[in-house]
């Protein structure tokens, strides 16, 4: 398999530490509102990356976080606390809105989306204790100082810092990425803040340099550390993680432990909405429930999201997704062959040889709009009734395990009276009597039943879904 690095900016084969046990972690959602359709498009691709993985033999020991405790809206450690935030906002507890958005991002997450549910998902209330000794493992080795809001990371003592991000040290000024605030170097960053004592937090914890809470990086590197263990194989994430979050992720793991942390970083680009960044002051931040308003399948979106590849920028418009759902309603029509008699003597559908091919194109960098497209390929090829039975069942089942896509998705054969009015039809067309021929397709297309004729007879289809 061959995957991006963004450490070495190059497409690189890829080689776990242990022979056939992956480890990945991924950076997850911060429970703090409604998810909406951008937070979903990283975890989409995630999802195909845990199946290839799969496909190719490996067992994938998977850790997704849960930020359930506050960090600033600034990458920067500056402006407000997300979770303080979420809970003045809805008239909660930051605890209770926690709870509230962890709810829903997994019922949205494994029960809608159906994607492959991560081995561990921590909590990041539940890493306090390892937190703050991780930080007492930085101060005795030297690298943090402590000023007025809390303590901070000395990247002045690594020689490698930003390496991930190719920043430009020795050009950052205080102002380009933070106000200078006391820090001794633009790129330090918080390890711990300090509460202040003049607003009230439903989140804060006693530590050796006072009450307070970590900084948004020391979870990640907390937790993957304790589950996964010093080195781990794949990081995932956005693009908007690499120049700070991940960096820092980066710079404070390597101090404690001596070793590089990940050997693959591997990030995903962002969707926008009819070309415009997603901001909730747009109005444009749709969530899934949105999708299933218009009357779209949630298969659909993900069909959207993957017609594009995980590095190129996304984009999201309502005649994008009802493309997509003709694509999978295309798909699902097809699979009704499965129960008709009606099935080509001269030709065999070769599903082992699509599959082949869509595991080589995922293989190749996670090229999903090259696996997509090869679905279409055995689609046509089902369509011209070149096929065998069996192997569109295999072929649907191979598609969910590779894709997590069900072209069968609770499909079944038409009713018996249902197939009485289909041989009534044809009985009808073979002694030329079109108005009874008429009536009949009338009736199967009010019960959602399409037909059509060919020369090996007649083929129905359930109309969409």
């Given amino acids: 398999m061959k995957l991006y690095n963004t450490l070495t900016r190059s497409v690189d084969t890829f080689t776990p530490i242990n022979d056939h046990k992956v480890t990945l972690y991924t950076c997850g959602l911060t429970v703090y509102s409604q998810p909406h359709i951008g937070n979903w498009v990283s975890y989409i691709y995630w999802d195909i990356l845990v199946r290839t993985l799969q496909a190719d033999g490996y067992t994938v020991d998977r850790v997704q976080n849960i930020t359930d405790v506050g960090h600033l809206t600034s990458d920067e450690d500056a402006g407000e606390d997300k979770m303080l935030k979420g809970a003045l906002k809805e008239g909660l507890t930051a605890w209770k809105v926690a709870e509230k958005y962890i709810e829903i991002a997994d019922h949205e997450a494994y029960d809608q989306l159906g994607l492959i549910r991560p081995d561990h998902m921590p909590r990041a209330t539940e890493y306090i204790p390892q937190q703050i000794a991780f930080v007492q493992e930085l101060e005795n080795k030297g690298y943090t100082y402590v000023i007025a809001d809390g303590v901070y990371f000395d990247t002045s003592k690594l020689n490698n810092y930003g390496e991930l991000a190719r920043l430009d040290i020795d050009g950052l000024q205080f102002g380009a990425r933070v106000e200078d605030t ?244 044809q009985k009808a067309r073979d002694s030329k009597n079109w108005k009874e021929s008429d009536k009949a397709r009338d009736e199967l297309m009010q019960q959602g039943i399409s037909v059509r004729d060919t020369e090996k007879g007649q083929i129905w289809s359930r109309i969409g879904r």
């Fill in 182 to 425: 006391g820090k001794k170097n633009p790129t330090d960053f918080a390890l711990w803040k300090f509460s202040n004592p003049s607003e009230k937090r439903d989140m804060e914890w006693e530590s050796p340099w006072g009450v307070g809470f970590p900084g948004w990086h020391l979870e990640c590197s907390v937790m993957a550390r304790e589950i996964l263990g010093d080195q781990i194989d794949i990081h995932t994430g956005g693009i908007d993680h690499i120049p700070v979050h991940h960096t820092n992720e980066i710079a404070q793991t390597e101090a404690v432990t001596g070793k590089p942390f990940s050997t693959f970083w591997v990030h995903a680009n962002h969707i926008k909405v009819n070309g415009t960044k997603i901001s909730k002051s747009l109005g444009n931040g749709f969530t899934l429930q949105d999708v299933l308003n218009k009357g779209f399948d949630l298969e659909a979106f993900k069909i959207m999201v993957l017609s594009k590849h995980y590095r190129t920028e996304g984009n999201f418009t309502w005649e994008i997704l009802e493309a997509a759902q003709n694509r999978l309603n295309k798909w699902r029509m097809a699979m009704d062959l499965i129960w008709q008699e009606v099935v080509a003597a001269d030709s065999m559908f070769q599903d082992t040889a699509y599959t082949s091919r869509i595991k080589q194109a995922l293989d190749d960098d996670l090229n999903t709009p090259l696996a997509l497209s090869i679905i279409d390929e055995a689609i046509t090829e089902i369509e011209q009734l070149h096929i065998h039975k069996p192997r569109i069942k295999t072929f649907a089942a191979e598609i969910k395990l590779k894709i997590g896509i069900d072209l069968l998705d609770g499909r079944t054969d038409i009713s018996e009276s249902q197939k009485s009015i289909l041989a009534l039809r």
